[in-house]
């Protein structure tokens, strides 16, 4: 089946930096586009960035413009999302998803707080 698990969430001061990462199987992961979302609590789940199959074309949104960044190893199955000079409401479960076409497939997401 298909899988996608994240990893590298936890607690970090404002200001500071954090890593993700999300491992698929079970797909050809290099024909995806593969995104992260982050739903905080009493919010909409909202998209975060995208990256291309073959990582030419990154879309962000505004709120983390020149903070965060995405990308991806096709040879390994894997995208990523730095984050940098996290605040706050950058406090959300992060949830890595992978699409083609009308498929999407969802991780089980990863807690990021925000906190001094």
């Known amino acids: 089946q298909v899988q996608l698990v994240e990893s590298g969430g936890g607690l970090v001061q404002p200001g500071g930096s954090l890593r993700l990462s999300c491992v698929a199987s079970?797909?050809?992961?290099?024909?995806?586009?593969m995104g992260w979302y982050r739903q905080a609590p009493g919010k909409q789940r909202e998209l975060v960035a995208d990256?291309?199959?073959?990582?030419?074309?990154?879309n962000y949104a505004d709120s983390v413009k020149g903070r965060f960044t995405i990308s991806r190893d096709n040879a390994k199955n894997t995208v990523h999302l730095q984050m940098n000079s996290l605040k706050p409401e950058d406090t959300a479960v992060y949830y890595c998803n992978a699409r083609l076409t009308v498929s999407r497939y969802w991780g089980q997401g990863t807690q990021v707080t925000v906190s001094s």
């Open positions: 079970g797909l050809v992961f290099s024909i995806y586009t």
């Open positions: 990256i291309s199959n073959g990582g030419g074309t990154t």
